[in-house]
């Protein structure tokens, strides 16, 4: 739902921690000069393009390669396995070297595939936790060799990533991707129900992710369920109807001439609207924004 910013230069510190890692049963070896002797051969590629190539690449390499279902390549590119088929792998679950690359390089604040739950970080003894998990977009089982892809990995939510994202619906678009357009492309659009044709309480209308000239969004929204989950948040849409039948432009311009604030800054107070680039930072952002212009309020 909200395009993932990276700081420049993340590609090259996060190749050199995984690529440099080592382990017992490379005999001395880094994870990319293993690579270059034993695997390389198989999947033609770099290892910089498998861990590093954009969400485009890893595409590209998917369809090169196809699924691998090989215990030898899962056990190699090792995320999150302490044994496979019965026997330890290569190198020691990468998770959580990755984990804190992302939580001390990636801003975490909402999950980036619903924007309904807080991703956070925070304290704990004295030692910094977070609230994410990472999904892989193209699943690690199929494709094993993109396991560790720095932008196959999407901080998510439990709920996102454990409970509702369905495997079998296939999407190759990723808020890791350069092109990802969800929010300008996808909008919350409330439809009223109500035979009166008037809005007084939640089941008197819905709320929808409608997009604009185009479907290529649908299995991306329908594979996370978004619509089903957000008929939930009903109760913010209406809070929002109710607050601007109260705040009418005539009010807005009072309290803007009180306040020595513009307009514009009164109705963001006033209903917690955030700009497109702060969406990522507070739950159901998008929501609130596409349901402020719907009102006119941007």
């Given at each position: 739902m909200l395009k993932i910013k990276y700081p420049s230069n993340l590609e090259d510190s996060y190749y050199d921690i995984i690529s440099k890692s080592k382990a017992d049963k490379f005999k001395g070896l880094t994870f990319e000069e293993y690579y270059n002797r034993h695997y390389k051969k198989y999947l033609i590629y770099d290892l910089k393009d498998i861990f590093c190539g954009n969400f485009e690449k890893l595409i590209e390499i998917k369809n090169k390669i196809g699924k691998k279902d090989d215990n030898k390549i899962k056990s190699f590119f090792n995320y999150d396995k302490t044994k496979i088929n019965n026997s330890s792998p290569l190198i020691s679950k990468l998770q959580p070297k990755i984990s804190k690359f992302f939580q001390e390089n990636i801003e975490v604040h909402t999950c980036y595939y619903c924007n309904i739950d807080f991703i956070n970080t925070f304290k704990k003894n004295n030692e910094t936790k977070n609230a994410f998990t990472l999904d892989h977009v193209l699943e690690k089982a199929d494709y094993p060799f993109l396991a560790l892809s720095l932008y196959n990995l999407v901080p998510?939510?439990?709920?996102?990533?454990?409970?509702?994202k369905d495997s079998k619906i296939l999407f190759e678009f990723s808020p890791?991707?350069?092109d990802f357009d969800f929010d300008e492309s996808v909008k919350f659009k409330s439809?009223?129900?109500n035979i009166n044709l008037q809005i007084e309480k939640e089941q008197d209308f819905y709320i929808k992710l409608i997009e604009n000239y185009s479907n290529k969004y649908d299995k991306y929204i329908e594979s996370l369920n978004l619509n089903n989950r957000y008929d939930y948040h009903k109760y913010k849409v209406l809070e929002m109807i109710q607050k601007r039948k109260e705040y009418p432009d005539s009010r807005i311009k009072e309290l803007s001439n009180l306040t020595k604030k513009t307009q514009k800054e009164i109705k963001q107070d006033l209903f917690g609207i955030y700009t497109s680039e702060d969406l990522h930072k507070r739950p159901l952002s998008k929501l609130i924004k596409d349901i402020s212009e719907e009102l006119d309020l941007l």
């Open positions: 998510s939510c439990y709920v996102c990533n454990s409970k509702v890791t991707s350069k439809f009223i129900s």
